[in-house]
Structure formats: C-alpha cells, structure tokens
C-alpha cells in the first residue's frame, strides 16, 4: 500500500499546486460573490432571491470589492460555512482524482530494462557504475570482468 501512495504522491506534485492556485482563484471570484450576495438577500430575515440575482451579477463582476464587503459589512458569519462547504465538496473531488491516479501495482512506473529492480547499490557488484557496455543509465557491464560477458538484448531497436 506504500508503493501506492508514495506513487500518486510522485504523480501529483505540480497538481497539488495547480489545484491549491485553482482553490484560491474560486474562493476569490466565486465563494465570496456568493456568500455575500447570500448575506444581501437574507438581510430582512427571509431570502429574497431578486435581491440575489441582482446583487450577485454586481458581485461577481467585482470579486475583491465583495471580499472587503465581506469584512467590513460584517457578512463573516454567512463566508465561513460556505467556504468550509465549498472546501469539503473541492477536497472530494481532489482525492477522488488522487486516488484514481495511484498507480495499480508496485511496478507500473518502472522502466523495464532499468537497474530500479536492485537497491542500495547491489548491482554493482556485478556491474560497473563508469565505463563498459551499456545496460541502462549509469549500469554497464564491465569488459575486464572475469567470465562471461555475452550480452542478451530483449526487445527490439527502433528508428524514428
């Protein structure tokens, strides 16, 4: 279960921002048009929608001019629950997507033919880390190694 999340972690390091910048911009031009234009239309005690449509079209065109209404007009109390709401639904979606983007097995972002199948170093024992023949990045086989040294390719060779 390690592999998986340490591999959706790897995956999904420019989404985290991208998704928390993303987070940001709604709050700004969405959230806050909306819990004010709430806070607007609930002020007689019941809630008029007129007064929603009308004000959240003006909101909406001038999100920062909402934000600081936010703060001056006193309309905290109606922001914070549907910012945390809003947080919630976002957060859902976000891990939904992170977890769908782990991967299925332990080995599905290896290279095959890479020297990730060896740890702390093993292979070079056998192999050479400088110089011989190519057998992927910074393994090759060493020439003046005792014994055998035949090379067997799997796989084919392609030219673009």
């Not at 999340?5 to 911009?25: D, M, P, Q, S, Y």
């Not at 065109?61 to 945390?84: S, V």
């Not at 086989?141 to 799997?154: A, C, M, S, Y």
Request: hydrophobic share 45%; aromatic share 16%.
């Amino acid at each position: 279960m390690n592999y998986k999340l340490e591999g959706a972690i790897r995956r999904n390091r420019k989404n985290f921002i991208i998704c928390t910048i993303l987070w940001i911009v709604l709050t700004i031009v969405f959230v806050s048009p909306f819990s004010y234009s709430v806070f607007q239309a609930s002020q007689q005690g019941a809630f008029d929608l007129g007064v929603f449509l009308t004000s959240f079209g003006q909101n909406i065109t001038n999100p920062f001019a909402a934000i600081g209404n936010i703060f001056t007009q006193g309309a905290i109390g109606t922001f914070m629950p549907i910012l945390i709401g809003f947080t919630i639904f976002y957060l859902i979606f976000f891990f939904i997507g992170f977890v769908k983007s782990a991967p299925k097995n332990e080995f599905s972002d290896i290279e095959h033919g890479s020297s990730d199948w060896s740890q702390r170093g093993e292979q070079y024992q056998v192999l050479s880390k400088n110089k011989g023949i190519i057998l992927a990045e910074n393994n090759y086989l060493p020439i003046d190694k005792r014994g055998n040294v035949n090379v067997l390719v799997v796989g084919r060779i392609r030219f673009w």
